[in-house]
């Protein structure tokens, strides 16, 4: 169906186009034009400048209109989120302001200027006082952000160990997740690719001698108790993967060869979350659009209705179903957590005989 | 000002006529316009390819896994049934992203319009080595052959992005494209380097020491300042990301770890011990940053050129022009690690990154706002090359506007790898190129082919192409903010973003619609070549040398003696002359000066 219509798109695109490369070629014939711009084309393209211009801010608009709740800048779930959002934001208006005054000076000079017969251009070679004015303004500006954004940079990753995070350790493979706990030590035992043993379903190359180890919990779905700092160790096995967290406002690749890390503090339960209003409505706005979809949702084998849940996701390419690795994260209260990781199998038990 | 003679080897010997075979004239030429025609037919062959793949992947998204027609036809076995297959999309993504960046928008843009103009408008007989020409267009040619077949390889060609980072694409077994595909991918770039260094090798001794006497650098027109530059950018550059390509061809075939480390793949533990994938980063970036100016600074010469011509005006600051290409290709070599903030590197690294990088921002915008100013009254004479010129004005500034938050490393961690990001680079330096490429052939058309191409096709092939490009990256942005990651296959699979899918849908219309469009273009150039107006010896009424030269195809350029310069090259509606131009060839008047600094 969908091939069909893009096809039929396609022919009527092209069968249009024959009849204006003809139109075109038509007007041509008998006219003394040498192909070199004339007056009426100077006013034509200056009226379609200021079309242009118009259509600029017009696409502007309708992309805030349709596609306007911007995720990732509101509602972060993490303790540094809202001041990354806030530096996004005056990031963005100061573009949205520079980007509105540029567009319209340019599409307007194009349209104000265009040429006419006899006129002679203004001779104006340079100015020093006007370029410094354009130096000197995106210094003051960029030199704002450029503090601003440090700042928050050393804040995010500098990450402050005595506050007693609990450490996790995030381990990728192509094409699944896995996390794995300290437990109660909360030191997570030594581990490398070398140890891997199938056999014994020791898939994360854990060292099985090592005392930290014998507390660990390893499990496919992430939990996280609200309000405690998390430090994540990032792992991976064979190609580069991210681990990518929109609502958390975390990233970090994952190396082989190498521990990366990266931490952050939830402050948003999951519960909490699906009760917030603009969250709702987004749920209800996906799951009105997924009813449309029904049958193929269905065939697909996917749940209809859709239920906000943190996310894990790859952002690296790692390979054929490099789209498809994803690991659901819940942010639960800290007694929720404590009776969630107590039912988990040990490292030690997790093993096979 | 100082006015370098140059002494000029060729003044004085007279313009032989060996004679031409068809082999020499059309095929081993040596003569730098042929050469530059080659590049520009290579590169639009290329150029066709690359759209066609973005359209198809572009399909894929919008209708994901529905069968098309299109793909049973193009992808064969890649496409059982027609729907498209997970490995293919991402061999296509790498592909089109290689081949628009280095095939079309290096070769294609440098190679065609420094080959063309360098010699033209400094006023030489030709480059300093027409063999070492031949020979770099050549080996450009084998590279584009190589790719291509790596297309038909059994297991699939290169697939791991136009970054090919390791382990993915070192080891074969962790991706079908990662096998014979990976290898041409190498060699095929490898020839492509070398091809590179030659042709900027040469753009820089011919700049230095051919330039005709008066042509002083201070008289240069700022397309050979863009060029010349931005060829220094890959002598230093290219070999940097050829070490790349050789160290990885050693990990994939002589069991070397210079990038590999603790892998355990498909069951199995690897012997590389030591190496480290991020190393393979700082090399693949310390070329890939400076790339993005290579593709970009020869559009804004072009552009630069092109908007004084046709305001009829000086351009605006020359020499803050020039210094701002200046700074901005020293910069662009210590800004590399703004496409790491987030590899693991040492955080301190990334705050110093940053700030060099939000440095690049303050050059390039001393250039838009110079080229605004250049506009401001004007008397615009909208030909098809300056619509493109302005256009390009318009995309660098909404493109480089967001590079302010890529380039802040805090800001970076949220939108890095989404669609945000390919938004962004299309916008700056994709779109911006191609503008300025499109720009530079309707401009240069008359002197390359002494013919005149179609205003009207011309005027309809921009407008269409403008509204799509904008419609195509434009709302990109927002679905990046929604943290839509790219390289994914379908996003069927997070129900979290199906509030994107429909303006998925809309940008590949818009995409199919532009693309379509470009056969506008096509058919305007090669039809012009043969039936277009015949050219005027100078249709756009310019100061540069290149249009004293005759059309007819000749080796050496000028009949006799190369024209002497007396003034700058953008002596346009001087005070003081009937004409609103001057030539670089005409002598100062009696108790004329210099009204520039
Ligand atoms: C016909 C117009 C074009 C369209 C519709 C288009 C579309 C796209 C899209 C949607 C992607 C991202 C795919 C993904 O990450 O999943 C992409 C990737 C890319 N495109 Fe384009 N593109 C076009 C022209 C260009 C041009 C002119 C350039 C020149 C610089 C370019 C360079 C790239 C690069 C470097 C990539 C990244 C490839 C990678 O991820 O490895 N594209 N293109
Ligand atoms: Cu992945
Ligand atoms: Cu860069």
Redesign the interface.
Known sequence: M??LL??I??LF??VA?WQ??KI??L??VGAS?????TDK??T???Y??IG?LI??YA??IA??V????????SNAASEHGPE?DN??II??V??FI??TI??F???Y??YK????KG??????????T??AI??VI??IV?AG??IY??F???D???IDESEDPMIVELYA??FNWKARYGGDDNVLGKA???L?D?DRANIL?IDEDDPNAQDDVIVTELHLPVGRPVLFK?RS????H?A?M?HF?????C????V?QFGFTPTITTAEMRQNPDIQD?VA??NA??LERKAEIEE?G?DLN?QFDY?L????????????M?MKIVVETQEEFDAWIAEQKTFPNSLNK | MSATADTHAHDDHDVHHHKETFVTKYIFSQDHKMIAKQYLITGTIMGVIGVLMSIMFRMQIAWPEQPNVLFEALLGKWAPEGVMDADIYLALVTIHGTIMVFFVLTAGLSGTFSNLLIPLQIGARDMASGFLNMISYWLFFVSSVVMIISLFVEAGPAAAGWTIYPPLSALPMAQGGSGMGMTLWLVSMAIFIASSLLGSLNYIVTVINLRTKGMSMTRLPLTIWAFFVTAVIGVISFPVLLSAALLLIMDRSFGTSFFLSDIFIQGEVLHYQGGSPVLFEHLFWFLGHPEVYIVLLPALGITSEIIATNSRKPIFGYRAMVASILAIAFLSTIVWGHHMFISGMNPFLGSVFTFTTLLIAIPSAVKAFNYITTLWKGNLQMNPAMLFSIGLVSTFITGGLTGIILGDSALDINVHDTYFVVAHFHLVMGISALYGMFAGIYHWFPRMFGRMLNKNLGYLHFWVTAICAYGVFFPMHFIGMAGLPRRYYTNSNFPLFDDTANANVVITMFAIVGGIFQLVFLYNFFVSIFYGKKAEQNPWKSNTLEWTAPVKHMHGNWPGEIPHVYRWSYDYSKPGHDEDFVPQNVPMKDGEEELHH
């Open positions: 969908t091939t893009i096809f798109i396609v695109v092209a186009m204006m490369v075109f070629d007007a041509q034009n040498n192909q070199v711009a084309d100077n034509f393209n200056g379609m400048m242009f259509f600029i696409i502007t992309s805030f349709y596609l306007g709740d911007l995720p990732l800048m990354l530096l996004m990031s963005m100061i573009i520079v980007q540029t567009q000076l340019l599409h000079f194009a200027y265009k040429g006419e006129r002679k251009a203004l001779f104006y070679a340079d100015n020093n006007l370029e354009w130096t995106p210094v960029l952000l450029i954004g440090l928050t940079w050393n995010i990753m500098n493979q192509q490398n690719v070398r891997i199938l190359g990032m096995q064979d190609v580069l991210s990518y929109p406002r975390a990233q970090m690749n190396v082989p060869g190498m990366t987004k706005n996906i659009l997924r697909a996917q859709y996310l996701l790859c952002n690296k390419i790692c390979g054929k179903s490099h789209y498809n994803q």
